[in-house]
């Protein structure tokens, strides 16, 4: 009997099954969600609770943050450093300095979207949709806010194109000195300024989004408005992945 996997590849749209006759069997992918917005907005909040609410209306998610791995990529790049052979690390110096950087950003960004398509990959297998607690488009925002080096900039926004789009990205938005209010990471300008360039990428890179505006209300009651746009979302999508499927020769 043929394993049951997840397919790499996604009809144009939205995550619907691959018609490739590739041998396997697969399942469709996972709807996948993202929550964006400025640190302090109320993100992580926000993200657990749409998964609480989705989970009591009988509907399997799982959630993650956009960079959990972190620790533990670095920590295995640090241990890989300290077992290369001596002329590997010699060669490795006598690279120029700037091919270093571009190098070193590069395997960043595929590391990150390895362990991101991981995630999804494994919603999948579980027949659950995904849900991010940020994504890419948030780290290019970031980098260009603090401006980061040319490599590592230029790495992140190659991601952004690369990918994959989430179903629909939630852009958590408020008043930048509330936001400043609660977490006092970035001035109420410099939040402006994160808000407005993230909508603006968003639309630069044709991403399907909605913006909700937190204007003071509960974590709760922003959440529950997430989670009946992914209902609706939901209804509407697997309306027309069944009409497509009858529709097959």
């Not at 791995?69 to 790049?77: L, M, N, T, V």
């Not at 992140?156 to 179903?167: E, H, I, Q, W």
């Not at 977490?183 to 639309?203: F, G, N, V």
Request: glycine content about 6%.
């Amino acid at each position: 009997m043929r394993s049951v996997r997840p397919c790499a590849t996604r009809r144009p749209g939205f995550g619907w099954p691959c018609r490739r006759k590739c041998g396997a069997n697969h399942h469709p992918m996972s709807r996948f969600y993202v929550i964006s917005g400025a640190h302090g907005v109320g993100k992580t909040t926000v993200t657990e609770l749409v998964h609480q609410i989705l989970s009591e209306r009988g509907h399997p998610t799982t959630t993650f943050h956009h960079r959990a791995d972190k620790d533990a990529i670095k920590a295995r790049a640090q241990r890989g450093n300290a077992s290369r052979a001596t002329w590997k690390r010699k060669l490795w110096h006598q690279l120029p300095a700037g091919l270093r950087a571009w190098l070193i950003a590069a395997v960043d960004e595929i590391k990150y979207a390895q362990n991101v398509t991981r995630r999804i990959a494994d919603a999948t297998t579980n027949g659950k949709s995904a849900i991010s607690d940020r994504y890419v488009y948030d780290r290019l925002v970031d980098l260009r806010l603090h401006s980061r080096s040319r490599p590592q900039i230029s790495a992140v926004g190659m991601a952004c194109r690369v990918m994959r789009k989430p179903d629909i990205t939630f852009l958590l938005t408020d008043i930048p000195e509330r936001i400043n209010a609660r977490k006092d990471e970035l001035s109420p300008d410099l939040i402006a300024i994160y808000q407005d360039a993230l909508r603006a990428l968003l639309i630069q890179l044709g991403i399907p989004f909605r913006e909700i505006s937190v204007d003071g209300r509960t974590a709760a009651a922003v959440a529950s408005n997430i989670v009946n746009a992914i209902e609706a979302t939901e209804a509407t999508l697997g309306a027309t992945r069944g009409t497509d499927q009858r529709e097959k020769p």
